[in-house]
């Protein structure tokens, strides 16, 4: 069975940094991975992904703040968030997802398949 367990948010003042993790319960080696950011009545958008060749696209209102690792042998995913910003508040959820065109549908919440339950974070200005 596949599991996705996300842990790491909290809160932060504006231009603090936090880590997230997600815990796979399958070998993240190869695997394609993203991070995605959901507020209140809004959309799942993608912040982050990895390929499974180990490349990483980011959103570009995260691009130069956030970076996403893969450590393989904990077969854990992280996002580590530097310069928060009041709208980088929300649930960030982790999801795995197989297939192809990453390169287009790498951020596109519809084309993963499995979820962690999300990690909240809150950023006070």
């Known amino acids: 069975q596949v599991r996705l367990q996300e842990s790491g948010g909290g809160s932060v003042q504006a231009g603090g940094s936090l880590r997230l993790s997600c815990v796979a319960s399958?070998?993240?080696?190869?695997?394609?991975m993203a991070w995605f950011h959901q507020t209140t009545g809004s959309e799942r958008e993608g912040v982050a992904s990895v390929y499974s060749d180990g490349r990483v696209m980011y959103s570009d209102s995260v691009k130069g703040r956030f970076t996403l690792t893969k450590d393989n042998g904990k077969n854990t995913l992280y996002l580590h968030m530097t310069a928060l910003k009041s709208e980088d508040a929300g649930m960030y959820y982790c999801?795995?997802?197989?297939?192809?065109?990453?390169?287009?549908?790498?951020?596109?919440?519809?084309?993963?398949?499995?979820w962690g339950q999300g990690t909240r974070v809150t950023v006070s200005s």
């Open positions: 999801a795995e997802r197989y297939g192809g065109f990453w390169t287009i549908s790498g951020l596109k919440a519809d084309r993963y398949t499995h």
């Open positions: 399958f070998s993240t080696s190869g695997a394609i």
